[in-house]
């Protein structure tokens, strides 16, 4: 049973550019959750996605977009790139059943801005 | 939203020894959950913990949900338990788990 899978495990961007993360549930669930983590700090929730939709967003700008598919895959965007969003990615996969269920972390995107 | 704080923000132990990190929450939740990240970054779940006791081998975990509080403890330290634990809350439904700043294990051999 594959966990959750992120791609790519690090990349490098230039101030301004724009990237896109993707994530993989894992298998049987349905609703996929985006965190970022700064050096040091803990995981902080960007958006969750159920339904193709965006059902919650925490306090981020709309440089950061999302997008999930009919197959439950998500994929994370960010455009116009500052030093400051240079971080580990983190993308949580759960099962919405009208009750929290427990999320699962995949290994995480490490984005450098330079 | 919720309020998640950690405590000891550092710990340093020889091995053997035995610790307790403590987590409040300023709120009701419906999800509470542990984690250990590894020094790659991947958060490893530990426990799924809203209310109640669960112990798996070494580690265990108690959350007082009237409280407020929850508690991981760890048995008899292994070199192999250092790293951050986290702990993380949410109230439910399409809410993000909130995540306190962790606690920094440090088991000496």
């Known amino acids: 049973d594959a966990g959750v899978t992120q791609s790519p495990t690090h990349l490098i961007k230039t101030r301004g550019q724009q990237v896109t993360l993707r994530c993989s549930p894992k298998s049987g669930h349905d609703t996929v959750s985006w965190y970022q983590q700064a050096l040091g700090q803990g995981p902080q929730f960007i958006f969750q996605?159920?339904?193709?939709?965006?059902?919650q967003r925490g306090n981020f700008p709309d440089r950061f977009s999302g997008h999930q598919f009919p197959n439950y895959s998500s994929e994370l965007n960010v455009n116009a790139l500052l030093l400051g969003d240079s971080a580990l990615y983190l993308c949580a996969s759960s099962l919405f059943d009208n009750a929290v269920t427990e999320a699962f972390f995949g290994q995480g995107t490490r984005l450098t801005v330079v | 939203g919720i309020q998640v704080e950690q405590s000891p923000p550092d710990l340093i132990l020889q091995e053997g020894a035995n610790s307790t990190l403590r987590c409040n929450f300023s709120?009701?939740?419906?999800?509470l959950q542990w984690f250990h990240q590894n020094p790659w970054g991947q958060l490893i779940n530990l426990f799924y913990?809203?209310?109640g006791t669960k112990q798996n081998g070494r580690l265990s975990a108690t959350t007082v949900a009237t409280e407020r509080y929850s508690l991981l403890y760890i048995s008899s330290s292994q070199t192999t338990d250092s790293g951050v634990y986290f702990c993380?809350?949410?109230?439910?439904?399409?809410?993000?788990?909130?995540f306190g700043k962790g606690t920094h294990l440090i088991i000496q051999p």
């Open positions: 709120d009701s939740v419906n999800n």
């Open positions: 913990i809203p209310s």
């Open positions: 996605y159920y339904e193709e939709e965006e059902r």
């Open positions: 993380a809350a949410c109230r439910g439904g399409a809410d993000g788990l909130t």
